[in-house]
């Protein structure tokens, strides 16, 4: 197909297509002449995987870039490829001092690695929580860091394996955003819990 009907199906304006053909982010159509190119479903595939990152994963370019310099990546196994995933995603953030953080990580029994992304977001919540006074029970952390580790058991069971193209998109796009939806259903379920907890019958 000809860029125009790259962008009548793809729903991407062609200026932006462009903009993204120059910058590396999409690879070259299969020149046809000078000044024309023919593209395939790979850059249907590659536009819909963009348009995730920076539209609902609401990265920036330069972090898409970053993650979509690891799907062509071919040194990597499946764990691998998840770590420098989320090292991609997050890859502006400070370092942090992860002491305490690791010390809970490692209670729970978990795998993880020093500077480790999520580590540090970790580290970085557990600070703000200490500093505003809100005093959760360790116990509670506990039961939520237990919740969660039935999700990713569910998560990882869900990547596929019958291609490793297949297994890198499911590892990005899930990274990046079932963490919203996560997030809304526990909110969602608050209003739930509030509501059998605390409305007068």
Not at 82 to 110: N, R
């Amino acid at each position: 197909m000809r860029i125009s009907e790259l962008s009548q199906t793809s729903g991407v304006p062609t200026a932006t297509i462009k903009y993204y053909l120059r910058e590396g982010l999409l690879h070259e159509g299969e020149l046809t002449s000078a000044t024309q190119a023919q593209y395939d479903d790979s850059h249907l595939s590659r536009l819909a995987l963009i348009r995730a990152l920076v539209g609902a994963g609401g990265l920036s370019l330069a972090a898409t870039r970053r993650v979509l310099d690891q799907l062509d990546r071919t040194d990597l196994g499946i764990h691998q490829l998840l770590g420098v995933t989320q090292d991609a995603i997050l890859a502006d953030e400070e370092p942090v001092d992860t002491t305490d953080a690791a010390e809970l990580v490692a209670d729970l029994g978990w795998t993880s690695y020093p500077q480790a992304p999520p580590l540090r977001r970790l580290a970085k919540a557990l600070t703000a929580l200490e500093a505003s006074g809100l005093e959760v029970p360790r116990a509670t952390i506990l039961a939520h860091a237990q919740a969660m580790a039935d999700v990713a058991e569910r998560d990882v069971a869900d990547i596929p394996t019958v291609s490793r193209p297949a297994a890198v998109r499911h590892v990005i796009l899930g990274s990046i955003l079932l963490e919203p939806v996560l997030l809304a259903l526990r909110q969602l379920a608050h209003i739930d819990a509030s509501a059998r907890r605390f409305t007068e019958e």
